[in-house]
């Protein structure tokens, strides 16, 4: 799938198979993550990578927007340096890691946004640094519906040389 394709058909999975996602795919995933520009080359970005079953299902019950975290196959906790840029370069990673993973047929979605301190406890993360987002990644359950969203019109939010001037 090329990368405008992906683009136009994301969605959000939040309904996984009981399919393991191949080791292979896993590496693009964190290799698009890794590879992700950043403001002055900083990377302020840690990527873990949950596999294990019970500490999913923890995961799942402590993070309040993504109890589906419990049945995904795998997850990758992202957590940030704490740096004025780092959410700002991180989304840019999670952004790749999303769209690497759905031109594989694998879904995901950001679960969680501050408030997980619990979750960074559990995931041995110091203090230094802070816990952006829990990706859970796997193949949807049910048949996604590519490239059908409901988006707002372009001309609500796409303007030319100032703000409500129309773009045609």
């Known amino acids: ?8 058909s994301i969605l959000a999975v939040r309904s996984y198979q009981d399919r393991l996602v191949p ?26 990578v949950i596999e294990d079953r019970e500490m999913l299902r923890r995961i799942g019950e ?8 419990a049945d995904a196959p795998l997850a990758i906790a992202v957590a940030v340096e704490q740096t004025r840029f780092a ?15 759905w031109a594989d ?3 995901s979605n950001w679960a969680g946004f501050g408030g997980m301190d619990n979750v960074k406890q ?23 519906g590519k ?11 796409v303007f030319h040389e100032r703000y409500g001037q129309p773009f045609s």
Do not use: C, H
């Open 147 to 157: 490239g059908e969203k409901k988006r707002k019109p372009r001309a609500e939010v």
């Open 105 to 107: 047929g694998i879904g």
């Open 87 to 101: 959410v700002s370069d991180a989304s840019r990673a999670i952004q790749n890691m999303l769209l690497t993973a």
């Open 122 to 144: 559990a995931l041995g993360i110091p203090n230094n640094l802070d816990l952006l987002a829990i990706l859970p990644f796997g193949y949807p359950a049910q048949e996604v």
């Open 23 to 48: 080791p292979e795919a896993l590496d693009r995933i964190l290799e698009a993550g890794r590879l992700s520009a950043s403001s002055m080359n900083g990377q302020p970005w840690r990527f873990i």
């Open 62 to 69: 402590l993070v309040k927007t993504g109890p589906y975290i």
């Open 1 to 8: 799938m090329d990368v405008y394709t992906a683009v136009k």
